[in-house]
């Protein structure tokens, strides 16, 4: 690794970088990261304290007065939109005796109102305890028994809410407890550069669903930033959960199709269309080849140069000859493989519509899979008033960006959607992690839903609204983290695809130090 120039242990984060090598590939990972108390208590301190989080969408606290509770380790945050339609944040707790002033309509926090409160309260932070009341931009607005303090022990300076640092990126609120952090968009970058085309500002939020994985956040974050597991967990379906991935409107349809490689890259593409059986399965080193990890200075990618093989249907294979043995008809299959990509949420359910006012007449039953779900795509957006003609055909479907934004923000986008993911220790506990997933999409003027917040069990969850090949990754959830606490195990080693990872791992260094490690 290139040599520390600063000591990010204190101070600012301003500046920081880290630069994969392949030195870097030599070194064991300590498993205390992920199991030990005192480095989760060092994250706390030393990381979650500093680093800017993405908390919010801004539609989500719309009207002055306004609020959204964001709580991370002990610390909860609350983000008031002002009388002057701004948005500030806080520290959510009375500086009288430590009481938390609001609370989200969640467990995990998120929205309310300070609208609906009695008398002089209405529109105010309040105290429910003794009824100390703060104004939107944190100065004190009311004090029942001010001639009975100290006169010292309730000057402005020492009882106005402690700020926090809100800016906002395409409609995303983020917070930071450093009051000299860098300015969000250049700690965001090249992120905000590279997305730009998505017009994520004007997508909306359908689905906002949490649940609590038995694993170390990290964890969470790594799982979606790598491709080496996706032969094993989602093609071969090792853990026997169904191989929905491979599946009408899986994200790898087709996979288990074909042994010959085509295209760009040493390992090439898989060549899918001629079905195969599960004894004689895929190269891995050809599923792996077709993903490829970035890292910048403190964000990473992951992304897939091959269009045609994430559009819900094989690559290589034309409409009309879209069937099998379980559906035999390919108008049927084709709607089946939309159908499953609107329950995974990566198809609108304005695509779906699209396609079923359809005649068959109007179906180009010659033009290839992909090239037809791209077309109608296009075609469903434009009907509805959305205009996509600024995307590429390798943008509309797939991974061709999942960008993270270091530590715990991530996920991909295409076309007109979002799947967003946010990986959160559970409190003190190492080995829990809150997980959240957001479903986000473009709309026509007028049409945005109603969100939908669902708290879900993460091995029994609806699989009529979230993907299931989600269960794929999260069954191993729990078998990673038991086996992080064998004695037998040294530490996590990393290849080169799971380079992405690492790099979480290098700017914990910078900001936390090497413990555990010999």
Partial sequence: ??????????????????????????????????????????????????????????????????????????????IVR???????????????????????????????????????FQGKLRCVYHGWAWDLEGEISFLPGAKDFAPERI????????????????????????????????????????????????????????????????????????????????????????AFATLPGGRRSGAMFGESKTGPGEAGFPEYGKPTVKEIPPDPDAIAGVTVGEQFERHTN?????????????????LCDLKDEQIKDPRTWVRTAMENMVMQNRLADYELEHFNGLSDDDIPWDMLGPEFMRKNRRDACAANG????????????????????????????????????RSRPNGDNPNETIWDVYFMFRYGEGDEPEVNYETVEWDDYPTDRMPRTFLQDWRITPLYQKGMHSKVLPGCR???????????????DLIIGRDFED
């Fill in 386 to 421: 959305i205009d996509i003609s600024n995307l590429d055909d390798f943008e509309l479907y797939g991974f061709p960006t999942e960008f993270r934004f270091f530590p715990n923000m991530l996920g991909p986008i295409a076309g007109n959607t979002y799947g967003l993911f």
């Fill in 494 to 508: 990393f290849n080169k695809q799971e380079a992405n990872a690492l790099h979480t791992h290098l700017m914990l």
């Fill in 302 to 318: 992951f992304w897939e140069p091959d269009q045609e093989i994430t559009t819900g249907v094989p690559k290589g294979v034309k």
């Fill in 155 to 242: 000057e402005k300076s020492e009882i106005c809410l402690r700020p926090v640092r809100c800016e906002t990126w395409e409609g995303f609120v983020f917070i930071n407890m450093d009051m000299d952090a860098e300015p969000l968009l250049e700690y965001l970058a090249p992120g905000p550069e590279k997305l730009a085309r998505y017009k994520i500002s004007e997508m909306r939020l359908k689905h906002h669903f949490t649940t609590i994985l038995p694993t170390n956040w990290k964890y969470g974050v790594e799982q979606y930033q790598e491709g080496y597991h996706v032969w094993a967990t989602h093609v071969m379906d090792l853990n026997d959960v169904g």
């Fill in 82 to 120: 002002s009388e002057t339609g701004n948005l500030n944040a806080f520290h959510n707790v009375c500086m009288h005796r430590g009481v938390r002033l609001v609370e989200g309509e969640h467990w995990w926090g998120g929205r309310g109102t300070l609208n609906n409160f009695r008398d002089m």
């Fill in 1 to 78: 690794m290139d040599a520390i120039t600063n000591d990010f242990t204190t101070g600012s984060l301003t500046g920081i970088s880290a630069k994969v090598t392949d030195d870097d590939f030599k070194r064991l990972i300590p498993k205390e990261r992920f199991t030990s108390e005192e480095w989760l208590q060092k994250e706390y301190d030393l990381m979650w304290s500093r680093v800017w989080q993405w908390a919010c969408r801004e539609e989500e606290i719309p009207n002055n007065g306004d609020f959204y509770e964001y709580k991370i380790g002990n610390e909860s945050i609350v």
